[in-house]
């Protein structure tokens, strides 16, 4: 599953994420518990496409089975099914009457779909209701962040990265968009400091590597940037910007023959 999705019951799956047990067949299956729980069982060993039969045959005896409706929702994101899920969690949101034990996740597993269908103003809305009714579900918190960091209103954006730095000082993209916001706004030492602590979070984080060079190239601290960049197109060879950072790297240090080896784009003229 996505880290990112929203699942009340993320901990008990994670724990048998690499269980093989053989599904029943269908002719053992009666009730809509049943198929719910060879859906769950086939959602454990990441058959998806099994999982969400499951779920369909259990709303399809139980149209008031809320759990089947989240859960094919959610089987349904992992195959990028977007606008399929957004009805699953919209069913389940109208089911749940009371309580609030699948709506913030309901309402943030929407939001994710609008985020993935590139729908950022449906989204907002959906991952603040997610908010509303959870006020400590960070990765909620993170994209209202996000999206504000999106329009470029950075100071809204801090305010809701802050908030999620309150309830976990080390949530790695927090740190990483706090970064971000004081990068473009001009103020490279916090945006260094974040960077650094999202870091020590994540030493693999390709694009914070990224930032943490650009800053120290911004610096002149060329030795420093180097590492930082190398590091990143290390992790991750295709990810072009700090490829194209190190021609700059290199080019301000007048190393010529090494700008286009670096970027593989022709490399200016000096003087």
């Known amino acids: 599953m996505s880290d990112f999705s929203g699942n009340p019951w993320r901990g ?12 029943p067949s269908n002719q053992t299956l009666s009730t809509p518990e049943d198929f719910f729980q060879a859906g769950q069982r086939a ?41 399929e899920a957004i009805e699953d969690f919209r069913k389940s949101l109208e089911l749940e009457k009371e309580g609030n034990f699948f709506r913030p996740y309901s309402y943030y597993n929407v939001g994710l779909c609008y985020y993935n269908l590139m729908r950022d103003e449906e989204a907002l809305p959906y991952f603040t209701q ?3 009714c959870k006020p400590d579900y960070v990765p909620a918190i993170n994209y209202v962040g996000l999206l504000h960091y999106m329009k470029k209103d950075y100071t ?16 790695l993209y927090a740190l990483y ?6 990068y473009y706004r001009g103020e490279d ?18 694009e914070a590597n990224n930032y943490a060079g650009l800053i120290y190239l911004n610096k002149k601290l060329y030795p420093t940037a180097l590492g930082y960049f190398q590091k990143a ?14 021609g700059i790297l290199y080019y301000e240090q007048k190393q010529y023959s090494l700008v286009s080896r670096a970027t593989d784009i022709p490399h200016p003229k000096a003087g």
């Open 156 to 171: 809204t954006a801090m305010v809701h990265f802050q908030r999620c730095l309150e309830f976990d000082a080390d949530y």
């Open 43 to 83: 959602q454990e060993q990441q058959q998806y496409q099994q999982a969400i039969d499951f779920y369909s045959k259990a709303v399809e005896l139980n149209p008031a089975y809320l759990e089947a409706w989240f859960y094919r929702g959610f089987n349904r994101m992992d195959l990028k099914r977007y606008e």
């Open 233 to 246: 197109s290390s992790l991750d060879p295709q990810y072009t910007a700090p490829l194209y950072n190190l």
């Open 130 to 132: 997610s908010v509303t």
């Open 189 to 206: 030492d916090m945006a260094l400091s974040y960077f650094l602590r999202a870091l020590q979070a994540d030493g693999n984080h390709v």
């Open 12 to 23: 008990r799956e994670d724990s048998h994420a690499h269980k093989t047990t053989d599904q």
């Open 177 to 182: 968009n706090m970064g971000r916001c004081h």
